[in-house]
């Protein structure tokens, strides 16, 4: 065990873009081996990690780190980002299913955000832009669920973007260079497409942290339970952000009457 190691990263070798953001992070921030028995490397902090599982199913993680360290701060995964319409984006998101777990992780079961440290990496990357990449949060999706801080790190969409080096130099640092920002609050996201733009750029101008995201089109079939397991999951929780556009009626008087019950702030977009 290694105390002095806090945040552990995750590269799938399932996933090109993963190994290529992994060797990346070997090479130009001097990771070394721990030994030459395993592939496991270490920098700083930090502790980077090759499985051969695909890490949306990655959910041991949370019991290996132990052999790491006794206070791990939280789990970055690095991944490809897919897009059906072949959009070029740097991304984040928490795991999770407000539905069914079609990729991994529990039915209605939410991951632990990591509103903090996923939140500046937004930041990062949106201080080191690649031309014609958007930057942005995605909505909650997909597994693996895990009771401590993590989240995903992307690189869309296809195998040419996943090597293009100034995405790996971007998203390398929005990785290593992700600090608190002294805030303890945390916001739930709610509405927008699975790209929400508008609560992203309210994070990136704002300098605010945020945890689980609830999209617009899961809000026909959402519950009072999924939304206040929303808001148990995100630590520092203590508002709302809310694409008013983007949000359906019901879901709107469900925040509304959360908020009320829990004395907490409503931003509206």
């Known amino acids: 065990m290694v105390p002095t190691v806090s945040r552990i990263i995750v590269a799938s070798l399932q996933d090109p873009a993963s190994v290529s953001i992994a060797s990346y992070l070997i090479e130009h921030y001097s990771f070394r081996k721990i030994n030459d028995e395993n592939n496991i490397y270490r920098h700083d902090n930090f502790i980077l990690i090759f499985t051969e599982k695909k890490h949306l199913f990655f959910q041991e993680i949370q019991e290996e780190y132990r052999k790491f360290t006794n206070h791990l701060e939280d789990i970055v995964f690095l991944s490809k980002h897919s897009s059906s319409r072949g959009i070029k984006s740097l991304t984040v998101h928490v795991t999770g299913n407000f539905g069914l777990a079609e990729m991994g992780?529990?039915?209605?079961?939410?991951?632990?955000?990591?509103?903090?440290?996923?939140?500046?990496?937004?930041?990062?990357?949106?201080?080191?832009?690649?031309?014609?990449?958007?930057i942005t949060?995605?909505?909650?999706?997909?597994?693996?669920?895990?009771?401590?801080?993590?989240?995903?790190?992307?690189?869309?969409?296809?195998?040419?973007?996943?090597?293009?080096e100034d995405c790996l130099n971007s998203i390398s640092k929005a990785v290593i260079e992700s600090i608190p920002n002294g805030s303890q609050q945390a916001f739930v996201g709610i509405g927008g497409g699975h790209y929400p733009y508008k609560?992203?750029?309210?994070?990136?101008?704002?300098?605010?942290n945020v945890g689980h995201i609830i999209p617009k089109y899961v809000h026909d079939d959402l519950t009072i339970d999924m939304l206040l397991q929303s808001v148990e999951k995100t630590p520092g929780?203590?508002?709302?952000?809310?694409?008013?556009?983007?949000?359906?009626?019901?879901?709107?008087e469900m925040v509304r009457s959360v908020s009320e019950k829990l004395s907490c702030e409503i931003i509206s977009l």
């Open 199 to 208: 609560i992203s750029n309210y994070a990136i101008q704002n300098d605010c």
């Open 137 to 164: 949060f995605e909505a909650t999706h997909h597994g693996p669920l895990l009771n401590v801080p993590s989240y995903f790190i992307e690189i869309g969409t296809t195998e040419k973007e996943w090597n293009n």
């Open 105 to 134: 992780g529990l039915d209605r079961q939410l991951s632990l955000s990591d509103p903090q440290y996923m939140s500046s990496s937004l930041r990062i990357l949106s201080s080191h832009p690649v031309d014609d990449f958007s």
């Open 237 to 252: 929780f203590s508002g709302f952000i809310m694409d008013r556009k983007g949000t359906r009626g019901r879901v709107k």
